[in-house]
């Protein structure tokens, strides 16, 4: 039989022996088992339903503001005819900036701290701890280095989408650094060795067999560093100024908003019908991320290899 | 390899997703006036203004789609010290220029225009619950003074002491021009306010609703139009004027000046520099047309006919080439 | 590297005239790629010097105006408006009392849960435990903000009872904290279940065989031996919810209090960066700079508390692998 189930069998006989021996437990341990089981139970759905009277609430306050023109309206001065789209068309143009600049500067990363790196090296481990304390930097830190370096200092972008895009880049970089040195770590070290053994550069090996077969991991862990970045206000309320935007930007050197601050801004207005139409951003934007997790996890499950 | 398709499909549908956005999605108004302008209008400043020029920026957007109006709320005075810097085309403003700023702006080289374009009726309001209907500006002051130390309603004096709720005091911050008015009329000095349990919205008006409302001893100050938007959560006070009558804040008395000292004009200051281009020249003239349309919609006070017939004749001057040279009005 | 020696060597040892495995030149192309890619690993570098620099400038700036100890010390804010005064205390003290609750909150829950996966699991109730954690991490801040001001405060203003004072205001902090509170859950849970899950199981089953109880090997084998673990993922919660603005900028205030309260509103010191951001941020000027010295701040406390939880981490992964 297998050696796990030995071993609960002879525990079981052990504990068995053992409680005959002692004669009974101390009084009261069932109850007290029992009752330390039902608080455990308490705490989880306390998570449980606190995760679903916040999406419940913000569905049942948001619904009857839910419509089509929800994503074809822009900003406009009366709540009722206000959509999203100015922030829609502003949150992809802002990620697509961050695609682009933390795909290959993150897995660059990546494959050098797995593949290159001495690990003995000072300097290595360095890079190592900084990347995991970046991680964990609260993110209007991220927006006041935009404000202070970016948009004005020595960059000096201005409040341009461009700036926020590489605000986020920045911020997003290191978990999309961890997800991919994990990617890339699942693979199994006879890869290397067979094709370094066929006489491959590491380079080669690198980009012909480790890189291919890390890619669905990556993708998963870029896609949820995006999911992420769509998420976030903080640093946007720092880097993209007008709070009245009422265009769609055309192109990175634009104004812009992005939907999370927009879903603040509206939620900021007192008037009921601005709270509503915030609730009902929020579900659009709940949507959108479900959207894009599911799909992390389909390709996961889909592409993931067993070795 | 399957997974290389569907990993190129990806971006290739955000892709997708860009262009039919950025192509579609536009609104496809019709210009009425014939000739569109485009480029684009950097507008900041007062919080109170805001919601004026946020709605004449949007219609003017309707009906010139290349042109884009970003209004920002840095408050009068940051407005100012943008604009003097050359940051902006036009500042909204609460109050006037000051000399300061006026000095800043000449430094720069940059020079203004003033044009009033609403009137407004400063309204302190508190939460309806309060029995409270008017207050002199010195009672006020016991609550918003710099050296104020009252903590509920039945500290201050001469009112009903029954109502004894603990006060829930708002306040925007310095760079406001409502600020700078308010201070000046009800503590007597320019800038001196309480700063002990005070809840210092900085520009966020709807945070002093929303906090006034929820809160039986709330009380803050703002613009008329915010009171106007909202008044089932709110309650204005009445004003004793100088002449000791209980004045509320309405279109009727602060056109007539009978609400004092809390009745103010509203202005936006053009640059010289912006007035160049047509895209500034069409919108600041499309403000005044809209005026009449916008002002009953965005809740604010209209100007007298006087007053109207001043602006119109300022901007006029303005476009035919003349116009005065940094000086307000 | 050593792979390619190993294989050669062996072709030697074997007797065979091997062939080359090395490339007949030296292959600058690999350096240079080399290059690149650490190029790209120093780029984290960067961020945190820039990160440093932006903040440190303008922080100077503001200390030749601005004593250090009345900054650290004092206990009025008043950057705005005068007379102004820059203590940071109740900054300091708002941020406090809006972690505590949530502390309050996910401590418990947090724990609850992780003991529940390592300890009891059955996979019915993992099946929706884990999903929920994860989303529980994935959502907004923004929908947490309008969670507290919209559910949590009207729901503690209609219950709360009498004989704790007056009902909590419209903006409070204990709204906000509760709401951190169930944002931070997740991070709590899975630091601690990976504690927990790394204590061998050869201690668990010695406890069982000597007849203890689930809950005592629980309570008394493995959240010990997890400990180092556990204090991480609560100092790694401290610090995500001292940095988080959204929540208290929706729901907690923004009046400087020098209360440790629940009810009344305060001002964290990240909600009063997103209001100077949302104003006024135009300048150099003193007002600006108070952005930078408070975001040190915030900077460092955060950065002490996430070296200390890596530290901890350490240590239990040390003992056990």
Redesign the interface.
């Known amino acids: 039989m297998p050696g796990s189930q030995r071993v609960r069998l002879a525990t079981a006989g052990a504990r068995a022996e053992t409680v005959g021996a002692l004669g009974q437990q101390p009084a009261g341990e069932r109850s007290r088992s029992y009752a330390f089981h039902a608080l455990l139970l308490l705490m989880l759905s306390v998570a449980v339903l606190g995760l679903a009277i916040l999406l419940i609430d913000a569905f049942v306050e948001g619904l009857p503001r839910f419509g089509i023109d929800l994503f074809t309206e822009g900003t406009s001065a009366l709540p009722e005819e206000s959509g999203f789209l100015n922030a829609i068309l502003g949150t992809l143009f802002l990620i697509g900036g961050v695609i682009v600049m933390t795909v290959p500067l993150g897995v660059g990363a990546a494959i050098y701290l797995e593949e290159y790196a001495d690990r003995e090296r000072w300097w290595n481990r360095a890079i190592e701890v900084n990347i995991q304390n970046l991680a964990a930097v609260p993110s209007i830190v991220y927006g006041i280095l935009g404000l202070g370096v970016i948009v004005r200092g020595p960059l000096d972008l201005g409040f341009v989408v461009l700036a926020g895009s590489i605000t986020l880049a920045l911020l997003v970089l290191p978990t999309v650094i961890i997800a991919a040195r994990e990617a890339i770590r699942a693979v199994p070290p006879s890869i290397r060795e067979g094709s370094l053994a066929l006489g491959a550069t590491q380079w080669q090996t690198v980009r012909r067999q480790v890189l291919p077969a890390s890619i669905p991991g990556i993708t998963t862990g870029v896609i949820l560093a995006i999911s992420r970045a769509i998420g976030e206000t903080a640093p946007l309320l720092l880097v993209g100024a007008a709070v009245f935007v009422s265009f769609n930007p055309s192109g990175f050197f634009d104004g812009y908003t992005v939907l999370p601050v927009q879903i603040f801004t509206y939620f900021s207005r007192a008037q009921d019908e601005y709270i509503v139409l915030a609730a009902a951003g929020i579900i659009v934007m709940l949507a959108l991320l479900i959207a894009m997790n599911s799909f992390a996890i389909w390709l996961r499950n889909r592409y993931e290899q067993k070795w | 390899m399957k997974?290389h398709k569907?990993?190129v499909a990806?971006?290739t549908v955000?892709a997708l997703?860009?262009g039919v956005?950025?192509c579609g999605?536009?609104d496809e108004a019709s210009s009425a006036s014939g000739e569109e302008v485009s480029g684009e209008l950097a507008v900041?400043g007062s919080s109170t203004v805001?919601p004026l020029t946020?709605?004449v920026?949007?219609?003017f957007?309707e009906e010139n789609p290349d042109t884009?109006?970003?209004?920002?709320?840095?408050?009068t005075?940051?407005g100012f010290?943008?604009f003097c810097?050359g940051?902006t085309d036009i500042s909204d403003a609460s109050r006037q220029i000051e000399p300061e700023e006026e000095k800043l702006c000449q430094e720069n080289g940059v020079e203004f225009e003033e044009i009033v374009v609403a009137n407004d009726a400063l309204s302190v309001v508190v939460n309806p619950d309060n029995p409270v209907t008017c207050m002199s500006p010195d009672q006020v002051s016991e609550i918003y003074g710099?050296d104020a130390d009252a903590t509920s309603w039945g500290d201050i004096q001469g009112l009903d002491a029954e109502y004894d709720e603990?006060l829930?005091i708002f306040?925007p911050?310095?760079?406001s021009g409502t600020?700078d008015y308010f201070t000046e009329a009800v503590n007597g000095e320019e800038?001196?306010?309480?700063?002990?349990?005070?809840?210092?919205?900085?520009?966020?008006d709807?945070?002093t609703?929303?906090?006034v409302?929820?809160?039986p001893g709330g009380i803050g100050y703002f613009g008329f139009s915010?009171f106007n938007?909202?008044q089932d959560?709110l309650k204005a006070l009445e004003i004793e004027n100088e002449d000791g009558e209980c004045v509320a804040p309405a279109e009727e008395t602060t056109q007539d000046g009978s609400y004092n000292p809390l009745g103010r004009q509203l202005y936006i200051y053009p640059s010289a520099e912006a007035l160049q281009r047509p895209e500034v020249q069409e919108f600041i003239q499309f403000y005044l047309d809209s005026l009449g349309e916008v002002i009953p919609?965005?809740g604010f006070i209209p100007l007298t006919d006087e007053q109207l017939s001043e602006s119109q004749q300022n901007v006029e001057n303005l476009l035919s080439g003349g116009g005065g040279s940094g000086q307000g009005g | 590297m050593e792979a390619r020696d190993a294989i050669a060597a062996s072709g030697l040892a074997a007797g065979t005239p091997r062939p080359r495995l090395e490339a007949a030149r030296p292959r600058y192309g690999e350096r240079v790629i080399k290059a690149l890619l650490a190029l790209c690993a120093v780029l984290s570098i960067v961020t945190t010097v820039a990160i440093v620099v932006s903040l440190v400038g303008p922080t100077v700036e503001f200390f030749r105006e601005v004593g250090i100890f009345d900054f650290l010390f004092g206990t009025n804010w008043s950057p705005t408006i005068s007379p102004e005064s820059y203590g940071v205390l109740p900054l300091v003290i708002g941020t406090l009392s809006v972690t505590l609750w949530g502390l309050i909150v996910a401590v418990p829950v947090g724990l609850g849960a992780a003991i529940y996966l390592s300890e009891y699991a059955r996979p019915r109730v993992r099946k929706l435990l884990k999903p929920t954690l994860e989303v529980l991490a994935g959502v907004p801040t923004v929908a947490f903000g309008f969670f507290a001001f919209s559910f949590v405060t009207p729901v503690i203003q209609d219950i709360w009872p009498g004989f704790l004072g007056d009902e909590p205001n419209v903006f409070n902090a204990g709204a906000a904290g509760l709401a951190i509170g169930l944002l931070i859950v997740p991070i709590i849970a899975s630091i601690s279940e990976d504690a927990m899950s790394a204590v061998p199981a050869g201690l668990r089953e010695g406890a069982y065989a000597l007849g203890a109880s689930k809950m005592r090997v629980a309570l008394r084998v493995v959240f010990p031996a997890a400990l180092s673990g556990v204090v991480a993922s609560i100092v790694l919660g401290v610090s995500r919810a001292v940095g988080e603005t959204l929540v208290v900028l929706m729901a907690a205030g923004n009046t400087p209090n020098l209360d440790l309260t629940f009810s009344e509103s305060v001002q964290a010191i990240t909600a009063y960066i997103g209001v100077v951001a949302t104003g006024d941020i135009s300048t150099q000027s003193l007002e600006y700079n108070t952005i930078f010295a408070v975001g040190l701040l915030l900077f460092v406390v955060t950065l002490g508390m996430n070296l200390l939880s890596i530290r901890l981490v350490r240590r239990y992964r040390e003992v056990y692998e």
């Open positions: 997974k569907l990993l990806f971006p955000l997703a860009f956005a950025a999605g536009d900041d805001a946020e709605q920026g949007a219609l957007q884009r109006v970003t209004v920002g709320t840095a408050g005075g940051g010290e943008r810097a940051e710099p603990e829930a306040s911050g310095s760079d600020f800038g001196k306010s309480r700063t002990q349990d005070v809840n210092v919205v900085g520009e966020n709807n945070a609703v929303t906090g409302a929820g809160d915010f938007e909202n959560q919609q965005a």
